[in-house]
């Protein structure tokens, strides 16, 4: 089953903070979040395993409650190169299932 | 490493014709998908093999086929074109299939599919 990803878009001016949510009825393995930039294929960015681990890479970092299977996508100081499509994967066993993304636009 | 290639990029098709894509890897990943990606959607799995000799259906694997013919190369078959698979499509690999936990995947650049 898909995970639900929110919200669908978002506008950021550069310099702003935005978090993506995504949540799964299923009990998760872990979350993974890649983003994809127009005409482009998508790229990991991190993975998220259970027992509530937080990441960081740059200036976007994450979280994984796994006792309500859901994970936020935190990114501060945004960038012009932050801009695209953002997707969380939902690892159960073995599928890897994909929400339908959040269109992120960062603008000067 | 090359990661991940797909052929063709773009393909324009007549509905009822069939085609073939391809996709190889080099990273020696065991485990191999198949996605199509359409506006609104997300990725969505039509095929995957876990090793090389296995293939099973994913969540969309209607009006298409797949074949892994060695651990590097997994092809997408579309016997008969249908409009409602203008798409595109991308391949991804990982080094075992996802269940385990840490399996990322890999993608390749995408093949751009019209039927007409």
């Known amino acids: 089953q898909q995970p639900v990803q929110s919200p669908q878009a978002v506008i950021l001016r550069e310099g702003e903070d935005a978090v993506i949510n995504c949540s799964s009825s299923?009990?998760?393995?872990?979350v993974h979040w890649y983003r994809q930039k127009h005409g482009e294929a998508p790229v990991f960015l991190m993975i998220l395993l259970k027992g509530g681990e937080q990441k960081g890479h740059e200036k976007i970092s994450a979280s994984f409650n796994e006792k309500k299977q859901q994970s936020s996508l935190y990114l501060t100081a945004s960038q012009l190169s932050y801009s695209g499509t953002y997707f969380c994967g939902t690892e159960t066993t073995e599928q890897l299932t994909f929400g339908k993304g959040t269109k992120l636009s960062v603008i000067p | 490493n090359a990661g991940v290639t797909q052929t063709p990029k773009f393909q324009v098709l007549k509905t009822g014709q069939s085609m073939t894509l391809q996709c190889a890897q080099d990273m020696n990943h065991n485990s191999m998908y198949w996605y199509r990606q359409d506006p609104g959607m997300g990725l969505r799995l039509i095929y995957y093999s876990a090793s090389e000799g296995t293939t099973d259906k994913g969540e969309v694997p209607n009006g298409y086929n797949v074949s892994r013919l060695n651990k590097r190369e997994f092809s997408l078959r579309l016997e008969s074109a249908a409009p409602s698979q203008t798409s595109v499509y991308f391949c991804?690999?990982?080094?075992?299939?996802?269940?385990?936990?840490?399996?990322?995947?890999?993608f390749g650049p995408g093949t751009r599919l019209l039927v007409l």
């Open positions: 991804a690999s990982s080094p075992t299939l996802a269940g385990g936990g840490q399996e990322t995947q890999y």
């Open positions: 299923k009990a998760l393995y872990s």
